[in-house]
């Protein structure tokens, strides 16, 4: 009979099923990280165009805002025009435009000058005053300013002519300031001399319109010379 002796140590049958088997992979974990960083990179492209932002919509808002002020003071300037009052109408126009100066100049961020404001609406209404209702008798200035004393004839005479000039040269005004803002200039760097060709085309443009009061709207304006 013969006797199965025992190894030192443990069972003297090799474990041969523990040393076959391989240590186990996680197979799944690269194919993860690559889902992973796959999903970041398509996400990435799309949250760039929202992130950046553009300078188009701000040029766009300032140029809007800009119309507003204009649209706004061009009523309130008409509505100058039928003050039943000699000479209060003209200070109340000039207060309006001043007014109108100094919004423009806040909406495009440029120091306000209230003496330069009204030398220049000044210089550039004797570009147009001579001419403003030229076409008849009504055309020359002194003779409107004659019919305006009259009683009745001179409030019929202000109602026809003053709210349509006052909205045109304020039209024509506000046209030229925002120009010369929106292509970098000051009221320190305004030349009237320079625009009046400018002014007068926004003047007429505005006298040719039906009604009062002209409409505003975005435009590509010349730059100032």
Do not use: C, W
Request: hydrophobic content about 45%; proline content about 8%.
């Amino acid at each position: 009979m013969v006797i199965k002796k025992d190894q030192p140590g443990g069972d003297g049958t090799p474990d041969t099923a523990a040393e076959a088997t391989p240590p186990t992979t996680t197979a799944p974990e690269p194919a993860a990280e690559a889902s992973a960083q796959t999903t970041a990179s398509e996400a990435a492209p799309a949250a760039e165009p929202a992130a950046a932002p553009t300078a188009e919509p701000a040029a766009a808002s300032v140029a809007d805002r800009a119309e507003a002020v204009i649209r706004q003071h061009v009523l309130l300037s008409a509505a100058a025009g039928v003050i039943p009052l000699n000479f209060v109408d003209t200070a109340a126009l000039a207060v309006v435009q001043l007014r109108l100066l100094k919004e423009l100049s806040e909406v495009h961020g440029v120091d306000f000058r209230g003496d330069i404001g009204r030398s220049a609406a000044g210089t550039l209404l004797a570009t147009v005053a001579p001419t403003a209702l030229a076409g008849g008798v009504l055309g020359s200035m002194a003779v409107r300013m004659a019919l305006r004393s009259v009683p009745v004839v001179g409030a019929v005479t202000r109602l026809a002519t003053q709210p349509a000039f006052n909205a045109a040269f304020t039209y024509a005004l506000g046209k030229v300031f925002h120009q010369h803002f929106a292509s970098g200039g000051t009221f320190l760097t305004f030349e009237p001399e320079k625009v009046k060709a400018y002014f007068r085309t926004k003047f007429e443009e505005a006298r040719g319109r039906k009604g009062a009061v002209p409409e505003t709207g975005p435009e590509a304006a010349p730059a100032a010379a």
